[in-house]
């Protein structure tokens, strides 16, 4: 069975940065696509940055271009997002979802998802 841990996240002051991190088994991580999605209170689940099986094409919505870094570790099957010089609009749960197929970010298209981590940006 798959199995997709994140970790890393908590509460922090706007524009400090945090690394979140997506462990997985269960699965061949090389040949996935991944991605990194939150979903703040009363709100929709959005895509935030996803990534290629390759690593060599990457997505990233228009309100964390620039700040949010996605990378991953195919040997480590280990997926991270480094946030920097976060906003309280940051404040989500942030999802770490795989899929064999996926093209794009669009979060109804990931079909291995993980538990969630808080963020939390205080102003």
């Known amino acids: 069975q798959v199995q997709v841990v994140e970790s890393g996240g908590g509460l922090v002051q706007a524009g400090e940065s945090l690394r979140l991190s997506c462990t997985t088994s269960?699965?061949?991580?090389?040949?996935?696509?991944m991605g990194w999605f939150r979903q703040a209170p009363g709100k929709e689940r959005e895509g935030v940055t996803c990534?290629?099986?390759?690593?060599?094409?990457?997505y990233y919505a228009d309100s964390v271009k620039g700040r949010f870094t996605i990378s991953r570790d195919n040997a480590k099957k280990t997926l991270y997002l480094q946030m920097n010089s976060l906003k309280p609009e940051d404040t989500a749960m942030y999802y770490c979802?795989?899929?064999?197929?996926?093209?794009?970010?669009?979060?109804?298209?990931?079909?291995?998802w993980g538990q969630g981590t808080q963020v939390t940006v205080s102003s």
């Open positions: 269960g699965l061949t991580f090389g040949d996935y696509n």
């Open positions: 979802a795989a899929d064999l197929g996926v093209s794009g970010c669009q979060y109804t298209k990931y079909t291995s």
């Open positions: 990534i290629n099986w390759r690593g060599d094409s990457t």
